[in-house]
Each structure stands twice: as structure tokens, then as C-alpha cells.
């Protein structure tokens, strides 16, 4: 599926995704629009997967879009706590996606179980949907690293003030969107998308 000069409708509501997920694309000249540009509303995330959730969003997306689209799902899984929230990781921020609740929420249950081992990974799933050809893809990302509390940083979205990824001594949250784009669990996954849909 070639993708260098489309038209991509990025299927997300999440303010923080997309000036991320466009800067990925726009390099190969695509033109980037949003769901809300169609007035699209947000599906029912109903899957079991990250790769099932993207997949559902995109697949939403293009039918009523008539565009290629292209959908994250993400989220952050925490060793100590059985790999949650994971695919739950934006419904932990309530209604009005309050992430310091979220993130008080996970060192509540953390301290709850007295877990010490701070060991965290995110990740990424993007799904691209043409409707025209009816081809689907899915590729996957992760980055893992340690959780710190309090939150430090004001840089990043969602979970970024609470994760430092291996091999560095600053937070998502801490960090340019520059450094974090060239490590993030969205990036691996899209490096894996270049190679089947950018030339």
C-alpha cells in the first residue's frame, strides 16, 4: 500500500496524537486531515487488542471518510499491575480525560499492592485502512523504560510526565517533542509502516 502523496484522514480525537502522527507523514507529501474534519464521531472501542481497537477506529474512519485512514491505539502497560491499564489506558482518565487522575489512579494501585518493581512500557498500534482497495495493515510498537513519581514535565501528553524510557534519565513529559519522536513507541511502529507504504 503506497502512501507518499495521499490524502490520509488521521482517525483520532486525542488532541495530543495528532500534531505527532502528522509530523510522521507529512514528510512524504501527504496531505493530513482529522476525523472531526468530517465530523466523524468516535467509535465504540470495544476490541481486545491494541491491534483490534486501531483497526476498528481506522476501518470507522474510512467508511465514513471514503480516505485512507490511519488510527492509533496506544497506551501505557505496567508490569506491576498485570500489564494495565493498557488498551484501558484513556478510559483510567475519565470522561474528561483528566490524566492526573490517571496517573494518581496507577501509583494508588501500585502503593496498594506495594509493588516496587517500576518496570512500564507503551505501545503503539497503527492500522491503515483504504477503502478503496479494501487493504489493512497493522503495525506494531512499544518502548520500555521506568515509572517516576511525582510527574515531572510538562512537554509530553497523557502518561509522558511518569515515564522514562531505558537508556535516559528524563521523563517523556521532560523531553522535546523532537527527542521523543525519534524514541517513542509511536515512531518504532511507524518505522515498521514505512517500509510497506512510504517509498
Known amino acids: 500500500m503506497q502512501l507518499n502523496n495521499t490524502e490520509i484522514v488521521i482517525a483520532t480525537h486525542n488532541k495530543g496524537k495528532i500534531p505527532e502522527i502528522s509530523s510522521l507523514v507529512k514528510p512524504y507529501g501527504c496531505i493530513v486531515s482529522i476525523a472531526s474534519d468530517y465530523n466523524i464521531c468516535e467509535p465504540v472501542e ?83 485502512v483504504n477503502p478503496i482497495t479494501k487493504q489493512e495493515l497493522v503495525f506494531r510498537g512499544e518502548v520500555h523504560g521506568q515509572l517516576t513519581f511525582p510527574p515531572r514535565g510538562n512537554k509530553g501528553f497523557g502518561y509522558d510526565p511518569i515515564f522514562i524510557p531505558d537508556g535516559y534519565d528524563i521523563t517523556f513529559g521532560e523531553m522535546e517533542p523532537q527527542q521523543k519522536h525519534l524514541i517513542s513507541h509511536r515512531s518504532d511502529a511507524f518505522r515498521k509502516m514505512k517500509e510497506f507504504c512510504f517509498a
Do not use: W
Open 46 to 128: 470495544d476490541g481486545l487488542t491494541f491491534e483490534d481497537n486501531a483497526l476498528l477506529k481506522a476501518r470507522h474512519s474510512a467508511k465514513a471518510s471514503t480516505k485512507v485512514s490511519l488510527a492509533d491505539d496506544s497506551g501505557l502497560c505496567v508490569v506491576g499491575l498485570d500489564n494495565k491499564p493498557g488498551i484501558y489506558s484513556a478510559r483510567y482518565a475519565g470522561a474528561k480525560k483528566d490524566f492526573n487522575l490517571a496517573i494518581q489512579r496507577i501509583n494508588d494501585e501500585l502503593n496498594d499492592r506495594k509493588v516496587t518493581d517500576m518496570s512500564a512500557f507503551f505501545v503503539c498500534c497503527l492500522a491503515i
